[in-house]
């Protein structure tokens, strides 16, 4: 009973690692889009479903597979909805619809073509260090929607499960590291 109760604490130490955490002093990298344009300007960016050929892009049916699993918990090495990791979301949402992805976020961030942040579309990959002093890759989110400056992620997060979050917050912020398009 004790061994299970520390592999099952070893294990919540070693996940995603998205538990929130103070922010530092001297931390002060922010990201935001903003810059790219005036701040009267507020329209929507570009997105693959702005062709008039498509109703729905198929980066619209990833995310919409995504959402499907809003509120699961979390479960390290999870991929159903009795408890999803990070990857894990995002590896069952692509390959629901015909995307192979690998199944961790470090070998995910390795995938698809690097964009700049302020030219992130619907359906592209966030990459993020969450551990302090880590240098690799350990949690990941995928876009639902750009306005203006604001850029939101579905992602799994240790504390809260499957859930829609904003670049904007801070801690996200902090963590960033890259953005990449596997839906080329």
Known sequence: MR?????????????CGVS???ASQDRTRKVSVAAT????????RASYEDSPATKHSKADHVINTALKFSGVRYR????????????????VAF?????????T???????????????VVKGDLLFFRTRKGSKRIN????????????????HASTSRG????SLREGYWSRAFVRATRVLL
């Open 3 to 15: 061994k299970t109760f520390i592999v099952i604490w070893l294990l919540s130490l070693v996940g």
């Open 162 to 165: 499957v859930i829609v979050s």
């Open 20 to 22: 929130k955490k103070k």
């Open 105 to 119: 976020s470090y070998h995910m961030a390795e995938e698809g073509k690097r964009v700049r942040i302020n030219e």
């Open 37 to 44: 344009r005036p701040p009267t300007e507020t329209k929507k």
């Open 95 to 103: 390959g629901e619809n015909d995307i192979q992805l690998p199944r």
């Open 139 to 154: 949690h990941v989110g995928m876009v639902v929607d750009v306005d203006d400056d604001e850029i939101k992620f579905i």
């Open 76 to 91: 390290y090495g999870g991929t159903t909805k009795k408890g999803m990791d990070c990857s894990g979301l995002l590896y």
